[in-house]
């Protein structure tokens, strides 16, 4: 049973992200329309995804991958990383998001990696990283994020 359903026990964070990994759950609409792909959570709660670059949706004028599609990976990751610590029955929105471009990325980059990991989880806060990594490992861009939990 997903947690729409009115007599499903509700679930944590970790277990629907999960589900939504094994295809239990839907995925969020925004990874279907960028072309999100691979999204895994681990049970420490590091999440993946990745992406392939495709100049025909992805690129800027200047031919290389744009700046708020890359952005939009480390949102992802980083808030994905923090919904894993969620109880059931909390929610979270995210604070702000600061982001570090270090290298162009385009069709040449391969496949891009985002992971995100939590750095830090109050009780009504967390703060978490993202690393968004092209095909070779190296590091294209860098993300911290602040999110604010509700009961």
Known sequence: MTQTQPHAAPMDGLAQLRAMAEGHLPPAPVAAT??????????????????????????????????GVLSTLLDTVCGCAVHATLAAGETYTSLDL???????????????????T??????????AEGRLTDAAG?????????CMIFA
């Not at 939590?118 to 703060?127: K, N, P």
């Not at 190296?138 to 602040?146: D, H, K, N, Q």
């Open 98 to 116: 600061t982001v570090k471009f270090l290298r162009p990325a385009t069709v040449a980059s391969g496949v891009l990696r985002a992971e995100g």
């Open 138 to 146: 190296r590091l294209v861009a860098y993300a911290t994020s602040s």
């Open 118 to 127: 939590v750095i830090q989880r109050g009780r009504r806060t967390a703060l």
């Open 34 to 67: 960028l072309g999100m792909r691979g999204f895994a959570v681990s049970e420490t709660g590091r999440v993946t995804v990745e992406l392939v670059p495709d100049p025909a949706r992805h690129d800027n004028p200047l031919g290389t991958v744009h700046g």
